[in-house]
């Protein structure tokens, strides 16, 4: 089982819509998660870190977290063609790296 | 969020030579930084942990004799690419662990061995 799981997408949605981006991962033991945002050959930028279960809210952007499902998921409202790129879910446990799945890509049109 | 930055940005070199990346972490001191490859359309692969005062953990695969890393100081972490071959060449990205646990990514440098 691969550590994080991701749906590669890509995900098309209108402008204005709600992206909904989902992540799995098998290590129970991860304590925070991390979602990063990628455009085409750049480096990830972290856009939103979450530490316990429900949900955090930042701008457009909510995490929502659940360790019992290992499932963490972003919502980004009123999608904008500028949201359009590869968006990485990250667990971490305490004391090592992150680990990226593949990541999913977003294609939001205008 | 947090800085860090990279230098070069871009370098070309030729076969058999050293190349050697520099990353900083401009606005928090980073005890352990991080460097990362990434092939063209393929995931971020972890190569290293960088602690600074000790040697580099490296991941499973990776030559920890031609990956050299150096992490001299709270804020700077080098990788120095040794003998570099055509794959070698990849988009070198570091990152820094501040103490909240986030990790920053630097702009990475891209790195094309001719």
């Known amino acids: ?6 749906n590669s997408g890509p995900l098309s949605v209108p402008e204005g819509a709600i992206a909904s981006l989902n992540c799995t991962y098998s290590d129970r033991v991860s304590q925070s998660f991390f979602w990063y945002r990628q455009y085409s050959g750049k480096s990830p930028e972290l856009i939103m870190s979450i530490y316990s279960n429900g949900d955090k809210e930042d701008g457009r952007f909510t995490a929502q977290l659940n360790k019992a499902s290992q499932y963490v998921s972003l919502l980004i409202r009123d999608s904008q063609p500028s949201d359009s790129a590869t968006y990485l879910c990250a667990p971490l446990k305490a004391g090592t ?9 977003l294609s939001v049109s205008s | 969020g ?7 940005s871009r370098v070309i070199c030729k076969s058999g030579t ?5 990353c900083r972490s401009l606005d928090f001191q980073a005890t352990t930084m991080f460097w990362y490859r990434q092939f063209p359309k393929k995931s971020l692969m972890l190569m290293a942990t960088s602690n600074e005062g000790s040697k580099a953990t490296y991941e499973q695969g990776v030559e920890k004799d031609k990956f050299l890393i150096n992490h001299a100081s709270l804020t700077l ?10 794959e070698d060449s990849s988009f070198y990205i570091c990152s820094a662990r501040n103490p909240g646990d986030e990790q920053y990514f630097g702009p990475g440098t891209r790195l094309t061995v001719t």
Do not use: D, N, W
């Open chain 1, 1 to 6: 089982q691969k550590e994080v799981e991701q």
């Open chain 1, 97 to 105: 790296a992150l680990i990226f799945g593949k990541g999913t890509t």
């Open chain 2, 2 to 8: 947090a800085v860090v930055s990279q230098h070069p």
């Open chain 2, 18 to 22: 050293s190349v050697k990346i520099e």
């Open chain 2, 77 to 86: 972490s080098t990788l120095t690419v040794t003998s570099a071959h055509p």
